[in-house]
């Protein structure tokens, strides 16, 4: 057996070989650390052709994952279908709509990432914007958490998310980045014209390249002794004020 129907997991070369050539929507894709050969080379050129993500593990990832003969590959077939930001944009503003953007700086945990699409959904955002490495797997947890809403949830896999907030501005989108340093608040911020949001991961908020290309940096104020709210409560308030301004205008 070389697929795991209950974890979209593919595994052994011809297998995973044949779905990227096939033009399978995949996640990733891992290889044993120390491959080589025409294999390898084959696998690493059909990645690059078809912008799959592609990691180098211990072979003992491979086997944890698989309990059987990976042959020193496996893939993750992707729940959903990713879009590409130059895309989405200009049909949002052909929609007369002003752009909501969100987006996800490694943001890894499953229920958070699950959690935070829910919001995404019931405050009006327009797409989702995640790297393609260093982000959340989108499996049936993370969409049992969003209730469903990834799978209607317009969600774009980026390079770069550096290049992706460029890109935004250039279209005429502010970028706004939540940091627990910054003196204005969210609060303060006009969500009504066209707004992206970067929160970043649990452990080290925004990545300081993002925070230094954004428009502005906010904090939500907060009393009490923790250090911050977890961010798919965090990024539920910021969508909130957004979603409250945007129907008061």
Known sequence: ??????????????????????????????????????????????CKEHEIPLQYVPKERLSKATGG??????????????????????????????PLVLIL???????????IARSAKACGVHA????????????????????????????????????????L??????VFASDLRAEKKVFDLDFTAPTALIVGSEDEGVHPSLLKRANECFVIPQKGGADSFNVSVATGIMLYEANRQRFAA
Do not use: W
């Not at 003969?69 to 002003?98: M, S």
């Not at 700086?105 to 959690?115: E, I, S, W």
């Not at 501005?169 to 502010?174: R, T």
């Open 169 to 174: 501005q250039n279209a005429g989108i502010q």
């Open 1 to 46: 057996m070389k697929r795991n129907k209950i974890t979209n997991l593919i595994f052994g070369r011809h297998p995973v070989m044949d779905a990227v050539r096939a033009g399978s929507n995949f996640d990733k894709i891992l290889i044993q650390r120390g491959t080589v050969g025409d294999f390898e080379k084959e696998m690493r050129q059909l």
């Open 105 to 115: 700086d490694r943001v890894t945990d499953v229920r958070n990432f699950g959690a």
């Open 128 to 167: 989702l914007v995640i790297p393609k490495t260093g982000s959340a797997l989108i499996n049936a947890d993370a969409i049992k958490t969003s209730a469903g809403a990834l799978t209607t949830l317009t969600v774009c896999r980026e390079n770069s998310l550096v290049s992706a907030v460029e890109y």
């Open 69 to 98: 003969n990976h042959q020193g590959v496996i893939g993750y077939l992707a729940l959903l279908a990713y879009y590409r930001l130059d895309d989405v944009v200009p049909h949002i503003y052909e929609q007369g709509e002003a």
